[in-house]
């Protein structure tokens, strides 16, 4: 009985050759360089959000403002939001979206908010024209767009 035959049909040779776990390290690395910017942007579209949520309850203080003074918004401020506000943060700081201008437009009869996101410094304004018309823009201040992609929100 030959021998030979019998050993080699024993001895097999597992596993991976290099090649293989070449095509598989640069399969993984493609995949990774399609997703990582794309979940590096969700941490600037959560302060964006948070910039947009500062804008819209300065908003709301300034609505109350105006009730409590004639249907005027002479006088309004980040300061005096504050006062109706307090959650309104008004300077920055602890890496938060902050409130950084509230004044009023035409004789008072109108305002101007703007709150600025921390990471990205990204501005988000809210205008409350005379005419009751509310126009929200944004200005994008860093190459990474996120949560202000077409000028508006």
């Not at 947009?52 to 939001?81: C, Q």
């Not at 890496?95 to 990205?120: D, H, K, R, W």
């Amino acid at each position: 009985m030959d021998r030979v035959p019998l050993l080699r049909a024993h001895r097999r040779d597992d596993g991976f050759t290099l090649i293989e776990l070449l095509v598989v390290v640069l399969i993984i690395g493609i995949l990774a360089a399609i997703a990582i910017p794309s979940f590096l942007s969700q941490k600037d579209k959560a302060t964006d959000a948070s910039a947009k949520e500062v804008a819209r309850a300065a908003a709301l203080a300034a609505e109350t403002y105006s009730t409590d003074n004639a249907n005027k918004y002479t006088g309004i401020g980040p300061s005096a939001l504050h006062e109706y506000d307090p959650s309104l943060q008004t300077s920055a700081g602890n890496n938060n979206a902050y409130l950084s201008t509230a004044e009023a437009t035409e004789s008072g009869a109108g305002f101007v908010v703007v709150a600025i996101a921390a990471a990205s410094g990204d501005k988000f304004t809210w205008t409350h024209k005379a005419s009751g018309e509310v126009v929200r823009s944004c200005k994008a201040e860093a190459t990474n767009k996120a949560g202000c992609l077409s000028g508006s929100w």
